[in-house]
DNA sequence: TTGAAAGCGCTAACAA
DNA sequence: TTGTTAGCGCTTTCAA
């Protein structure tokens, strides 16, 4: 900076005021000053503006992952609005228990960020506890946390409204398939269970837990497993609603691979909308993650500039059910020994 | 730092050092420095140490996007060798030719990383020439880039396999359904469609250009368009090499909405092995997106290191052709006219 | 093995 | 509107 002072023949202060777009730099040495900082490629360096500003303008966040549909999606979004605020993003992915140990131990984003989003994760109270005291704000995206800052999808009513449209259809015998093992995730999971179960209650139908069961996500094998399970019941489904749409696609492989036919025989509904639901033509719940990360980004942007507002906000994202071809009314029932016919 | 210095009863650069883990410091006053920092939760500020040392401890990424399976992967697979190097990584996302013109005129990664990696851009020689005097090492990862560090699938040779596959099955017409408007990724799809005319060559085969049709990635009224243009040929191809695995679903998808069997009456290869190939069971060209995030960062990390080393190290990954069942032997020819039945 | 002091590149308060 | 000066929180000599 002080080359690009002495080059356009004035002071850093007055560089530096020129660089960062302050009113209070007359015209001609405006010009002088940006002439020079292009012929020089002179960059601000962001640590030692930080160091004394207190501000990093860089956001971090918390993931999982990043090679997930979601993830990929919703960081996009987020990445998008934090350019436009000039805001960089620095990510920390936390792929098993190890790292995120080391992470919440050391909390590096400490004093690196100005603000920190975490996805995704199922914390603890302890591990909560800890990122309040990291003097910064922390929006919990795709989780609800009590008096935190959260932004997140209706999942219940999401798995509600697609286990409704199940429902509408004449399906009694509706299956649950879950994800496990997916630590981190199992927040949506939850919720998602419990929409489903709530429409059933609405509908007057019995829980029955035999109906619900459990497979890695993306894993032929524990799909077929799961399928399986159900198929052998004394009274199987008529229709299954996956928690995602993985596992959707996943459950109808394994039934085409038996040739039962979908939905002919079975219906199947997923959960998320993800490109993979067109390839299969999936009924499915939609969420857009990309919506998600933009709002959690802007939540957190404005949160820096006024750490007192909406400090308890939460932001409850809609769904909606995409109808496709893998739903349909359940095939009539067998004669029914019992009754004579007409 | 001061705080942890005073309750330690040390000077600041003891706190420093033992922080660093130098080995300069006896293991009582380590001690008492290290419990010190733990009770105040004292993390360093990366900005302060990176004013004095030059050196910031974070990996800087260029990329197009972060939704999509090759980005996601590979950068899973990078930033785990950054977290192992105690490197943070920033993302920066440029989308489209805005953004990108941003960047390269303020280049705002200067001096606020320590790397760069350009994730498969298309670069022009005066967007490579700025990234020349960025005064970091620049790795260009899914390109080659002449007398710079690259890191890259061997996609010629990938295409070329695929191709001869499908010779080898006894096709003679084959088809290249290419990818268009994916700006930044053209690099890829160039080499394949070497690899692919390498293939006929060597068989002996003429190139037809009526056989090269493209579609916007991941459509499915593109990639209609495109079969359709390739079953209205006067000789209709017998088999598919497609860029991508999702261009090869939305033809496969196409066709079997056709009622044209895959195998039977057309073979289709795809290039990548992302997670949808399975559930189409794709014969595809196989790549390690992971592989080559972990790569580039290992590389990266060592130009670091050394910013004389490998200056023009090219790292060439392989791939592998899985034969899955949408490859078969061509349909047996239509009985020729001019020639009698045995 | 430890501490004192200088200074990294910038911004902010103050003075001019 | 501009310049001078102090200091942000570290690391790194250099001296002890």
Redesign the pocket.
């Known amino acids: ?5 002495e080059r356009a ?12 777009g ?9 010009a002088r000053v940006e002439q020079a900082a292009r012929e020089l490629d ?14 990093t303008r860089n956001v971090a966040v918390l993931v999982p992952t990043l090679s997930s549909w979601f993830m990929g999606t919703a960081l996009s979004g987020l990445a998008r609005v934090l350019r436009a605020a000039g805001m960089e993003l620095t990510v920390y992915v936390i792929p098993g228990m190890a790292e995120r140990t080391a992470f919440f131990e050391h909390l590096p984003a400490r ?1 690196n960020a100005d603000a920190l989003l975490v996805f995704s994760f199922d914390l603890t109270d302890e591990e909560t506890a800890r990122l309040d005291d990291l003097a910064m704000p922390v929006v919990y995206v795709s989780q609800h946390v009590d008096g935190r800052p959260s932004v997140y999808v209706d999942d219940v009513a999401g798995a509600l409204h697609g286990t409704r449209h199940l429902l509408n259809l004449g399906h009694r015998r509706i299956a649950y398939v879950r994800t496990e093992g997916a630590c981190g995730f199992s927040f949506s999971s939850q919720e998602r269970l419990v929409g489903y179960r709530q429409a059933l209650a609405e509908a007057g139908l019995p829980l029955d837990d035999d109906l619900v069961v459990a497979t890695p996500a993306g894993d032929k094998r524990g799909a077929a497993e799961a399928v399986g399970r159900l198929l052998g019941l004394r009274e199987p489904p008529t229709a299954v609603f996956a928690e995602q749409d993985e596992v959707a696609v996943a459950v109808i492989w394994t039934l085409r691979a038996t040739r039962i036919e979908v939905p002919g025989q079975m219906s199947v509904v997923g959960f998320d909308d993800q490109p993979v639901a067109q390839w299969f033509d999936l009924t499915t719940v939609a969420q857009s993650p990309s919506r998600i990360g933009q709002e959690a980004g802007e939540l957190a942007l404005s949160l820096i500039d006024d750490p007192g507002a909406e400090r308890e906000r939460h932001l409850v994202l809609p769904t909606h059910v995409i109808p496709r071809t893998t739903t349909a009314p359940p095939p009539a029932p067998r004669a029914e020994p019992q009754l004579p016919p007409d």
């Open positions: 900076m002080a080359d690009v002072a023949g004035v002071s850093t202060s007055t560089v530096s005021r020129t660089l960062r302050l009113s209070t730099v007359s015209p001609e040495v405006r002179f960059a601000v360096s962001r640590h030692a503006a930080s160091l004394v500003t207190g501000r004093r």
